[in-house]
């Protein structure tokens, strides 16, 4: 294969580019901490660096037990930038992050983003872009795409992202987990492994730094991107606007770029020219001749490595995965790289001289542009993500970092645009989401999306006054399906009944698989609650028409449980999923294939029953009940012969009470009869101690029906009276 032709003037393009971001360099300054993130650095110092022991060239802990690596000496120049006190430990992967959840810790080093690690931790903008990708033993030649991994035994690094992507694919494959990709690594070099996926960089600077490259190979295109990060808990915001201010810092001052090349694009040191070797020529003449000669070979030295240097940024250019752009000042094209030309489909003599605005896909406005331009200008670079348009029309996401080159005079010379194709990241967010929120059988919202539409829908009634209905759906006869025909048969029912009450409701309604065969129902904006009665009608029609698979002819039929929520109910979303259960099974108590409407007034009532009932034991266990005895009087000749034991309630809050006011609540009911043996003790405990002191009055108490209907109503009577021998 013939090499590339070289162009002179791209080589000279770059090597201003470099010689404009090494002036940038050495022009860096303070980071533009507030006083209240220099106050927080004071109050906290020093700050907790905790990174991965084995995970090169990022981090990890060399033969002389020294941390080193990308990530770490980011953060110790950050730390010297910005002016804190950094403090550095390492330990695996997964214990990091512990550390850092329980406080032990304050910056994981190094950490890749995703939607899960999200909720736990904040991410710093993208330090780093890793690719990964697929590696196998170089005398493999059956493995070379994604879907060649189906049935084979696969190794990665225990805890990474390449569990949760193979995890998402359609294919069966082993997973085995190591420490690290080194080991990984090691798994397919020993025949224990088909292949392993891992990221490019950390597997490349092994293989080489091991002198194993010549045992593997990496085969396909990069998997997805992982974004490197550092990242901080939850909530700490303050620190992780410094840490983003420092990486900004480092991006614009070229550090970065210096990192990248130090341990990704380093040179291996040439051989030096020792001139003492010819010090037996002589002196005089000799030390002039060699003068020369070293001098000579210094220059030749010195424009072969500027010529190597030119040629490695010219190799880089157009070899890098990512796709790049060169503009000048007024936004014509320069140059591209050829992943531009395999992302975009426009080759490199199509796009030169003209603007980058012809990708643009319309999915972004001009108040867009007008804030990227306006940030790139003032801070000198933007990313971000975007939509563009490929030549065939198909729409693309990307990832995309625009930087601003500028020349000695600090006038702008030049724009450079790198940008990643991040279609497979956003398909796989997709299939996240999906998974996160809709049943993987009847692609029907599931329970947390159903609490979210119902907890808005609710909201959306308080503000505009009306009312929304909940209709909780059981299957009748869906069991008995499933144990005669199998779960192939039910599985089919289930998604035939999910599409018929799809069809029948609106696009502002809601249908979700709440779990079994049990759907739900929201019903958002109803004005007449009445209507509702025949839209569930008509769906109990729906469900019971007949559903034929493969020639069998099933039947199911629907038990409905309805709700409506008005706007001045104060009641939770799981509380109205609750009612609308209850209503259910009120209606498949009542015979099945029907829908009851709850009654929110009955219920009211029930629980208020129940609430008095427990008040009732607890006075009684508390000992608030008390005796008043009303004496019997002979009118005749004025003589008491008796006295009436009359119960009265000494409530803490509401004074004496009358029996009126709570023997009703317990008749029929079993507290009646602890009542009455509590009753029947206070009295005859009261009567004897009356003999005691020479009074003899005969005590009448009241007895309840179910109290005196008891079987041993007679046993425990005597019982009783046996205990008060006066």
Same mark, same amino acid.
């Given at each position: 294969m013939?090499?590339?032709q070289r ?10 580019m470099?010689?404009?971001?090494a002036?940038t ?9 507030t006083?209240e993130e220099?106050q ?30 990308m990530m770490v000496?980011?953060a110790? +120049? ?7 006190? *950094? ?8 214990? $990091?992050?512990?550390r ?15 939607e899960?690690?999200?909720r ?14 697929i ?16 049935g084979?035994?696969?190794a ?19 997973l085995i ?6 080991s ?8 224990? $492994? ?9 597997v490349?600077?092994?293989l ?21 990060? %550092?990242a ?10 410094i840490?983003?201010?420092g990486?900004e810092h480092?991006?614009t001052?070229g550090t ?18 020792? +001139?003492?070797?010819?010090?037996h ?9 060699m003068?020369?000669?070293?001098w000579?070979?210094r220059?030749?030295?010195?424009v ?9 940024a010219?190799? #880089?250019?157009r070899?890098?995965r990512?796709?790049i752009?060169?503009?000048?000042a ?10 531009f030309t395999r992302?975009t489909g426009y ?26 331009w ?12 975007l939509?563009n ?6 729409v ?5 970092t ?6 000695k005079?600090?006038?702008?010379s030049?724009f ?5 194709d ?16 809709y ?11 159903? $609490?979210?539409r119902?907890?808005?829908? %609710?909201?959306?009634?308080r503000?505009?006054g009306?009312?929304?209905s ?23 029912v289930? #998604? ?5 009450l799809?069809h ?10 709440f779990g ?10 109803q004005?007449d ?12 029609g ?10 069998t002819c099933?039947? #199911?039929?629907g038990?409905?449980?309805?709700v ?19 209503? %259910?099974?009120?209606?498949k ?6 829908f009851?409407v ?9 629980r208020?029953h ?8 607890d006075?009684? *266990? ?7 005895y009303?004496?019997?009087?002979? %009118?005749?000749?004025?003589e ?13 809050q509401?004074?004496l009470?009358a029996?009126?006011?709570?023997l009703?609540?317990?008749q ?7 009542l009455g043996?509590?009753v029947?003790?206070? *009295? ?14 005969p ?15 007679v046993a ?11």
């Amino acid at each position: 294969m013939n090499a590339p032709q070289r162009r002179p003037w791209r080589q000279i393009v770059l090597g201003g580019m470099l010689l404009a971001l090494a002036g940038t360099a050495l022009s860096a300054g303070d980071i533009g901490l507030t006083e209240e993130e220099r106050q927080f650095l004071r109050e906290n110092e020093p700050i907790v660096f905790v990174s991965q022991t084995g995970y090169p060239p990022f981090e990890f802990v060399d033969a002389n037990q020294q941390r080193r690596g990308m990530m770490v000496e980011l953060a110790q +120049w950050i730390a010297t930038e910005a002016g804190f006190h *950094a403090q550095f430990t390492d330990t695996v992967f997964q214990q $990091a992050q512990q550390r850092l959840l329980s406080g032990d810790a304050d910056v994981l080093t190094s950490f890749f983003f995703s939607e899960a690690r999200d909720r736990e931790f904040d991410f710093t903008q993208t330090v780093f872009l890793v690719p990964a990708s697929i590696f196998v033993a170089a005398q493999r030649p059956d493995i070379a795409l994604v879907s060649d991994l189906d049935g084979k035994r696969v190794a990665t690094q225990r805890g990474d992202f390449a569990k949760e992507y193979l995890a998402s694919l359609d294919i069966e494959l082993e997973l085995i987990q190591t420490d690290d990709f080194a080991s990984a690594a090691r798994a397919v070099i020993d025949g224990d $492994a088909d292949a392993m996926v891992g990221d490019e960089q950390i597997v490349l600077y092994y293989l080489y730094s091991s002198g194993l490259h010549e045992l593997m190979k990496r085969v396909g295109e990069p998997l997805y991107v992982g974004l490197n990060a %550092m990242a901080v808990v939850e909530g700490n915001h303050l620190l992780q606007s410094i840490l983003n201010k420092g990486v900004e810092h480092a991006r614009t001052s070229g550090t970065l770029d210096r990192l990248q090349e130090k341990w990704v694009g380093a040179e291996l040191p040439g051989a030096g020219f020792h +001139w003492h070797d010819y010090w037996h020529y002589g002196v005089g003449l000799a030390l002039l001749v060699m003068w020369v000669v070293a001098w000579n070979v210094r220059l030749r030295h010195l424009v072969s490595r500027k010529t190597a240097q030119l040629e490695l940024a010219a190799s #880089v250019f157009r070899h890098a995965r990512e796709g790049i752009i060169m503009t000048d000042a007024q936004g014509a094209i320069l140059d591209t790289n050829d992943a531009f030309t395999r992302i975009t489909g426009y080759s490199r003599d199509e796009i030169l001289g003209k603007n980058p605005r012809l990708l643009q896909s319309g999915h972004q406005g001009d108040a867009f542009y007008r804030q990227l331009w306006e940030d790139l200008l003032e801070q000198g670079a933007w990313e971000g993500e975007l939509w563009n348009r490929r030549k065939n029309g198909e729409v693309f996401p990307e990832l995309l970092t625009i930087s601003k080159v500028s020349d000695k005079q600090g006038k702008t010379s030049h724009f450079v645009g790198i940008f990643t194709d991040i279609s497979r990241q956003k398909e796989y967010e997709r299939q996240l989401q999906s998974m996160a929120f809709y049943d993987s059988l009847t692609g029907l919202p599931n329970r947390t999306l159903l $609490a979210d539409r119902l907890s808005q829908a %609710m909201v959306s009634a308080r503000r505009n006054g009306c009312k929304v209905s909940l209709a909780y759906i059981d299957l009748d006869g869906f069991k008995e399906i499933n144990d005669r025909l199998g779960h192939e048969f039910g599985d089919r029912v289930l #998604v035939t009944i999910a599409e018929r009450l799809t069809h029948a409701l609106r696009a502002a309604d809601t249908v979700a698989r709440f779990g079994g065969d049990e759907f739900i129902l929201v019903l958002p904006g109803q004005s007449d609650v009445a209507s509702v009665s025949t839209l569930i009608a008509h769906l109990l029609g729906h469900i019971a028409e007949p559903i034929e698979i493969e020639g069998t002819c099933l039947y #199911v039929s629907g038990s409905v449980g309805v709700v409506h929520f008005d706007p001045e109910d104060d009641i939770e979303p799981e509380q109205l999923i609750r009612q609308a259960d209850q209503a %259910m099974y009120q209606a498949k108590q009542a015979g099945k294939n029907r829908f009851h409407v709850f009654d929110a007034e009955h219920d009211r009532a029930v629980r208020g029953h129940h609430e008095s009932l427990e008040r009732i034991r607890d006075a009684l *266990a508390n000992d608030e009940f008390v005796l008043h005895y009303q004496p019997k009087v002979n %009118m005749s000749t004025g003589e008491v012969i008796g006295v009436e034991a009359l119960i009265r309630w000494q409530h803490p809050q509401r004074g004496l009470l009358a029996p009126a006011a709570f023997l009703p609540a317990i008749q029929q009911h079993p507290l009646a009869i602890d009542l009455g043996e509590w009753v029947l003790a206070r *009295a005859l405990g009261q009567f004897e101690a009356w003999v005691a002191t020479g009074i003899r009055l005969p005590v009448s108490i009241n007895i309840d029906a179910i109290h005196l209907q008891q079987a041993d109503f007679v046993a425990r009577l005597r019982a009783e009276v046996e205990r008060h021998p006066a």
